[in-house]
């Protein structure tokens, strides 16, 4: 298959969807790659790294649209994008197209088949081509309310992990799912006193077994939360309800029972945050403060680790890539149930649920397709 990789041109989207390792495995399967000059420039990979693992370089995003058969990204089309979209190409990235109604309508319109990382979905139900990114975003919570917590930054000046004779930082993380989980593991391995809090009493059970001693695990409740805040450093929001806006575990009238220069990530602010006060923040001006709590709310943590977060998503993403490219996407999609679920738009239908419902548009079943 011809497999084409543009360069990310979304606001400071700095991934690359394919390392030169990843064109290397494709070539042994024969495929042909493809590649936008400098797309992979932003997280670390030159050119040449790529032609050298024997793909071939174009010049323009135009280039690799018109000539390749299957298109991998990372985030979706923008707008320039959508008229570079050929009909029946395939297109593997990130979609979100509950969010965007022109998105959808765009893409019907240029009848692409149009599979959604954010829906490939497991048995079990996970989500394995999103896990990649709450682990860096919850690995990076804590890198980053370590910061935020020093005196020049407006925090409490606390150092999370003490010294010899001085106390560690005390630290809330409110879910214990993936980004929760990576959030508790880090700022226990920098010595801090972590506190991780969850409504679901078996997950609460299975991070008791497998954390270390200076964490220690509390159910979510208004009270229980009330009184964990009230002498925390650092709190870190990481609750998902699928399918829902975030609950505001955390008011703004609770912001009153915190001492000042506290910290506060809320890495859930994508889907509205865990705490109320919390709106969206960028990269370039990634906190403010309010009632003296410093609040920290960037909607794309891992945008600002490109290089890790483009192995960590490559990482899991090639497998099912190699898969749509060695069998084409009908075949793939009929031998994995995983990849079937990840169809949203082919052959100018909307083939998964939630879109549909979105947009009130008509919703047809996957296997008319197929
Ligand atoms: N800001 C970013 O850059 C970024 C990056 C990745 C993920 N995220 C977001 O982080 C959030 C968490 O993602 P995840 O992958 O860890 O989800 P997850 O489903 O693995 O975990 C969510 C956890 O929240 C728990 N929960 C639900 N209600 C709760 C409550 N009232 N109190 C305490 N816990 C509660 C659930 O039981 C679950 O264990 C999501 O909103 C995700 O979109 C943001």
Avoid at 185 to 211: C, E, P, W
Wanted: aromatic share 6%; with cysteine.
């Amino acid at each position: 298959m011809i497999i084409g990789v543009p360069k990310e041109i979304k606001n400071n989207e700095n991934r690359v969807a394919l390392t030169p390792a990843g064109v290397a495995e494709f070539k042994k399967h024969g495929h042909v790659i493809y590649i936008q000059a400098s797309a992979g420039e932003n997280s670390g990979f030159s050119d040449s790294a790529y032609a050298n693992a024997g793909a071939v370089i174009l010049p323009t995003i135009e280039a690799v649209y018109e000539i390749a058969e299957m298109i991998i990204k990372v985030k979706e089309p923008i707008a320039s994008e959508y008229a570079l979209i050929r009909k029946n190409q395939l297109v593997f990235t990130y979609f979100h197209f509950a969010s965007s109604e022109a998105l959808t309508k765009a893409m019907i319109e240029r009848d692409a088949i149009c599979l959604a990382y954010e829906t490939v979905e497991k048995i079990d139900r996970s989500l394995p081509l999103l896990v990649p990114m709450s682990e860096v975003a919850g690995r990076m919570s804590i890198q980053e309310g370590a910061k935020y917590l020093e005196k020049p930054m407006q925090g409490k000046g606390i150092l999370l992990g003490g010294v010899p004779g001085v106390n560690p930082a005390k630290v809330v993380v409110l879910g214990g799912g993936i980004v929760g989980t990576q959030a508790a593991k880090m700022a226990a391995g920098f010595g801090a006193k972590v506190t991780i809090m969850d409504v679901s009493l078996a997950r609460l059970r299975y991070l008791s077994d497998i954390m270390p001693a200076n964490v220690t695990t509390l159910m979510s409740n208004h009270y229980n939360i009330c009184e964990a805040i009230a002498d925390a450093d650092l709190v870190i929001g990481a609750v998902l309800i699928p399918g829902a806006k975030a609950p505001h575990l955390i008011t703004k009238e609770m912001l009153q029972l915190m001492s000042p220069g506290t910290v506060v990530v809320d890495v859930a602010v994508d889907q509205g945050g865990c705490i109320e006060t919390c709106t969206p923040t960028t990269h370039e001006n990634p906190t403010f403060i309010i009632d003296g709590i410093v609040h920290y709310c960037v909607a794309n943590m891992p945008g600002a680790v490109p290089y890790t977060s483009t192995l960590a998503l490559t990482n899991a993403t090639l497998p099912y890539a190699l898969q749509l490219a060695n069998k084409g996407w009908k075949k793939a999609c009929n031998e994995n149930e995983e990849l079937k679920k990840g169809l949203n738009i082919a052959n100018g239908k909307i083939v998964y649920k939630g879109v549909a419902e979105a947009w009130g548009l008509p919703f047809e079943e996957v296997a008319s397709i197929l």
